[in-house]
């Protein structure tokens, strides 16, 4: 049986650290995944970490996801979904989707009603993409912008771009050309 973590940003920092450890010790990669290395930046930035472990208590993927309180306009607060990681050996088997559904729910409790990212490998994407996320054209850093609706708020952005979107909603084959294509982490950056 399957168990999901959820590592508070401030008083986990300790477990966080070796947990993101242990996955960069199981990926065995030639060099730490980009979204491992930078895991210790979004903990500085607030983002809690959802873990979700195997029946052994290994990690096999994992979420950052800080979840926003402002409320200057109609678009907030936001989720920002800093990063997501899944060990290569475990990949495409519904643990990121399934650990993603932990974070929405929370997300939506906490009363986000959006969750934003930038997505920069053709497997983030690929993710989005599974999660119906809205997609929203490339940044200069070879990322695709995500700026989706979360469950209640549906009706509220019929026709509406978010701020900071840098082009209009892609469509699904604009979206499969940079999967195919490859993103920022794709190509070593």
Known sequence: MYSIKV?????????????????ALLANEPKRHPVLAE????????????VYFDEDDVPLS??????????KNVWEPYGNWYGAYTLPAHRRMGYAYRLYAEVERDLVKAGC????SLAGSSAGLGLHRALRHQCWGLT???????DSVLPGHEGKYTGLTPPQAPGNLMTSKEVDFFIKKGLRYDHGK
């Open 113 to 116: 009603r959006r969750i934003k």
């Open 39 to 50: 895991t210790g930046l979004y903990v500085f930035w607030g983002a809690t970490v959802y």
């Open 140 to 146: 200069a850093e070879n990322e695709v912008f995500v």
């Open 62 to 71: 994992m979420n950052c996801t800080k979840f926003g309180k402002r409320k």
């Open 7 to 23: 590592y508070d940003p401030v008083a986990d920092k300790i477990e966080i650290g070796a947990v993101i450890k242990e996955m």
